[in-house]
């Protein structure tokens, strides 16, 4: 699981990577394309000599970085590419500076274009890289730029007769030393180049710091995601899982209560269901024929007891007990819990088994009970302890099916129960009617 979701997550990084190259490479390419545009503006403005090898180098220029926008994210993109890119953008710009004359003069030397225009015509490029969320094309880009300004630098000055730097001004230097040698045709300004290429190169492995955290982010993001998703996942699985167990109203509690519900008070009915002659018909089956028969009785028995709004709180070995209007609010649980009764007399006879049924209803009690450590959700009280004995009293007074005077009571079609006559159930205080269907 986290192989695929670490590949997922660099899947995703790599297509942000090649979104932010993408918008990189076509600003230096639309950068390019106004180039060549004022270029020949000019030319056609101006009266000046047209340099078709600058032109070319435009258009060669422009093109490059329309075929690397072409492929970017493509089985034919590779990851040298952009280095390849980054350092022939950088060192078409110090070549622009060694080769591109500052003014028509011969005497004039190319050390002026260093002094009139700039390094800062490389920093677009460094921080374009940062685009990419590369920090390794960033510290590439400034590496490029540092060397490739260097050796601009230094092959203008090795075509000069004399230079002049800052070492050449006395210690007491006064202002006309300052004008001879600082306004001077000739001076090269090493120390300049110094300062500008080592705050060049410190900006860029502080771009580096920043993409390089910016990345971190994004995985530290992406794992968030993974893992808010794998606790939703486990979630749904869990509820899955022991939606099998527990029922669903009930487990939907519990995750609400963190884990453990309030007892809670209230009328409902209670069913008692218990598959008669079980013991023998185990005796002469298969462990194996016992499961699955128990099994499917009980699965079909549980859709009914649902199918009429019940819930069933636990199996009782070759049995079930339900609640009608707990922990689910229903209205008329009576008639609701002897409605499953003869839907479950029904599939027991589907299934070839013989069943007992007892119903009470009355006040109950709902809630988790056990340790810290172990709980179960049921009901219990007298109306419970009611419906069991009514179950078992069943096969005393050879009945299928026996019911309380408050189920009685409230069927309204009198004539689909009938009395069996008044009975002392076992533990109780005192006789009662019962009542069985007719």
Known sequence: MAQPAALNARTRFQETQNTGLKIAVLCRTIAAAIAL??????????????????????FVFASIGVAHLSVIGTRHDRWWMKYVLYAVDIWAICAFFVLVPVSRAEEIPQIIAFRAYGI???????????????WRLVLWSGLMAVIGWWAAFLW?????????????????????????????????????RLEETGLLFIAACIL???????????????????????????????????????????LTQLVQAGGKTAPKQGYGAVL??????????????????????????????????????????????????????APL??????????????????????????????????????????????????????????????????????????????????????GSVQSVGTHTLRGAPRPEPLFAIA
């Open 272 to 325: 008692v269901m218990d598959i008669a002659n079980f013991t023998q018909f185990s005796a002469e089956k298969k462990p194996e024929v016992v499961v699955e028969a128990l099994d499917r009785i009980l699965s079909d028995a549980a859709e009914q007891v649902e199918a009429h709004q019940g819930v069933v709180i636990s199996y009782t070995g070759d049995g079930l007990l339900a609640a009608f209007n």
């Open 120 to 134: 800062y015509y490389l920093f677009p490029l460094v921080v374009l890289a940062s685009l990419s969320l590369s």
């Open 329 to 414: 609010p229903i209205d008329a649980p009576e008639r609701a819990a002897l409605n499953t009764a003869r839907a479950l007399q029904r599939i027991a006879e589907d299934h070839d088994f013989q069943i007992r049924v007892g119903i009470a209803a009355g006040d109950l009690v709902s809630g988790s009970i056990g340790s810290k450590n172990r709980l179960a959700f049921t009901v219990y009280g007298a109306t419970v302890n009611r419906a069991a004995r009514l179950e078992a009293y069943c096969k005393t007074l050879g009945q299928l099916v026996l019911m309380d005077k408050a189920i009685a009571d409230a069927v309204t079609d009198g």
């Open 37 to 58: 545009a004022w270029y020949l503006s000019a030319l056609a403005l101006t009266d000046q000599p047209s340099r078709w090898w600058a032109l070319s180098a435009l």
């Open 208 to 250: 580096a710091v920043a993409v390089f955290r910016a990345r971190r982010v994004f995985f530290a993001q992406v794992n968030a995601e993974r893992k808010e998703s794998e606790e939703r996942e486990q979630r749904h699985r869990i509820t899955e899982t022991f939606g099998r167990f527990v029922p669903e109203t009930v």
């Open 156 to 192: 203008v000055v090795s075509g000069m007769d004399q230079t002049l730097s800052w070492a050449d001004i006395p210690a007491s230097a006064t202002l006309q030393d300052y004008q001879t040698i600082f306004l001077s045709i000739d001076f090269i300004g090493r120390g300049n």
